[in-house]
């Protein structure tokens, strides 16, 4: 409609905000919203479409919103905790500058778990995303209110961070399309810091095109992340097609054991079955390590967490608790009354695994097994080109469920996790609905920088399950 000059920018972007503000009262997914800003945005690119017609790009004047863990000169860079409620950022994110660039017009930052840590965003320190299918349950963590924002239809894609199921978990649970990229593919320069080896950068969309076309716009080297890789950027839209002719989809047979909702195990197998009619072969295949994986995950997580959080002492930036009479107490309340219980308690058990006489034990030990998981995943796709398995264990529940067992949050990361330990792209794509109208979504998985692969089988199993567009009903 842009192309057509059907409809402004500008009046795009008045649309999304009425939207907003009809079903933010609902659905609580806003922690920053630039009113102004997005709308002198959406000017500037009706301008440049006039100027350069499609050569603007498909995102030009797309209304688009972030996860608030991605650094903005524009808004606050809250991360979701009272440590840096006020802190707005000296330097936008490099994926923010690529959006800018693109055209897109940023309409707000996101609600989220505090410092990405969780997987229901209920333990923000400002407010709880819901689930858009049903207000009450959770939209997932920590990127809730990324997906929620999607799916309620107040923005037209955003981007999350993911470091062990963060967009894809949310992204099933709330019905959009997610992508956690290949380690390196996409900058995480300005990106605020949990596990440096673990994060990465990606979209939550509507669909499967729009996933491809988020995914043109944000990745590239980038010379300001040391870990950010030197390769050629391919045209992810161009990856679209129908068929799946010559392309071997593996089941790793331990992600379908117990603990798997029957319904979630229904849907998901009705979209490998979708995927053979394609003409993709179905092999199984095993990774025999994957028991550890939680395991490993949390003492590798923690132990970076504990490091990288450290910065936020009261001292240079964020909260500071000024009734201190030392600076060790100043030290001390600062950390006490700025981070939430779950950041605390990672930090704890990060600065344990990575103490004197524990390191070995526990961080070194971690690290060995996370190099075994690395190379169940290399044997695997020597005999296939992408594993297919559930997302998460079990559809949504309701806000307060699992709020005092953290040890149940954790293992509903527990199909996602392994992907950011090997450090390859995956990704969530609606595959169905449980008997109460609630999401599930498959999980695709590939080998490093084969983010076409899983586009393509996406894209497919899209068209065949007639599920995109489908959207919850609000208001």
């Not at 939207?19 to 806003?30: F, G, L, M």
């Not at 999980?443 to 586009?455: G, K, S, T, V």
């Amino acid at each position: 409609m842009l192309d057509a000059g059907e409809v402004s920018s500008v009046a795009l972007t008045e649309s999304v905000l009425a939207r907003i503000d009809a079903v933010e009262p609902k659905v609580q997914a806003y922690l920053a919203l630039d009113r102004e800003g997005a709308l002198r945005q959406a000017e500037q690119a009706d301008i440049r479409r006039k100027t350069d017609g499609h050569a603007a790009g498909p995102l030009c004047g797309i209304p688009l919103a972030i996860k608030d863990v991605l650094c903005t000169t524009s808004m606050p860079t809250t991360c979701g905790s009272r440590m840096l409620e006020h802190f707005v950022a000296p330097y936008d994110a490099t994926v923010v500058t690529k959006l800018a660039q693109a055209g897109s017009v940023l309409l707000g930052k996101l609600a989220m778990d505090e410092f990405a840590m969780g997987s229901t965003s209920e333990n923000c320190a400002f407010k709880v995303p819901h689930n858009p299918w049903k207000t009450g349950y959770v939209a997932g963590g920590s990127s809730g209110g990324s997906a929620a924002a999607v799916a309620a239809d107040q923005c037209f894609a955003s981007l999350g961070s993911d470091t062990g199921g963060s967009i894809r978990q949310p992204a099933s649970l709330c019905g959009t399309v997610g992508m956690k990229p290949t380690y390196g593919r996409v900058s995480r320069y300005g990106l605020v810091a949990f596990a440096s080896s673990l994060d990465q950068v990606g979209p939550l969309t509507k669909d499967v095109r729009d996933c491809a076309l988020m995914m043109n716009a944000i990745c590239g080297h980038d010379p300001f992340d040391s870990t950010s890789i030197n390769l050629p950027v391919p045209d992810f839209a161009a990856a679209l097609q129908e068929g799946l002719q010559g392309v071997r989809i593996g089941i790793p047979k331990e992600y379908f054991g117990q603990g798997l909702d029957p319904e979630v195990d229904k849907a998901v197998r009705n979209g490998i079955a979708m995927l053979k009619e394609a003409g993709a072969e179905i092999v199984e295949v095993t990774l025999p390590h994957t028991d550890y994986c939680v395991a490993v995950y949390y003492l590798i997580a923690p132990a970076e967490a504990s490091s990288n959080l450290a910065r936020f002492d009261g001292v240079r930036y964020g909260y500071r608790d000024r009734t201190a009479g030392s600076l060790i107490e100043m030290y001390n309340r600062s950390r006490s009354h700025g981070f939430g219980d779950e950041v605390k308690r990672r930090i704890l058990i990060g600065t344990y695994a990575l103490s004197s006489g524990y390191y070995d034990a526990f961080y070194k030990k971690a690290s060995q097994v996370r190099t075994l998981i690395k190379e169940d995943f290399a044997r695997a796709f020597a005999t296939c080109d992408l594993m297919v398995s559930p997302v998460t264990p079990t559809p949504a529940w309701k806000i307060g469920d699992k709020a005092d067992d953290p040890l149940a949050l954790y293992l509903s990361d527990i199909l996602t996790l392994s992907a950011n330990l090997a450090g390859i792209p995956g990704m969530s794509v609606p595959c169905g609905f449980n008997s109460q109208g609630l999401p599930i979504g498959m999980q695709l998985q590939a080998a490093h920088f084969n983010e076409e692969i899983l586009l393509r089988a996406a894209y497919n199993l899209e068209q065949r399950a007639g599920i995109a567009g489908k959207k919850p009903v609000l208001a």
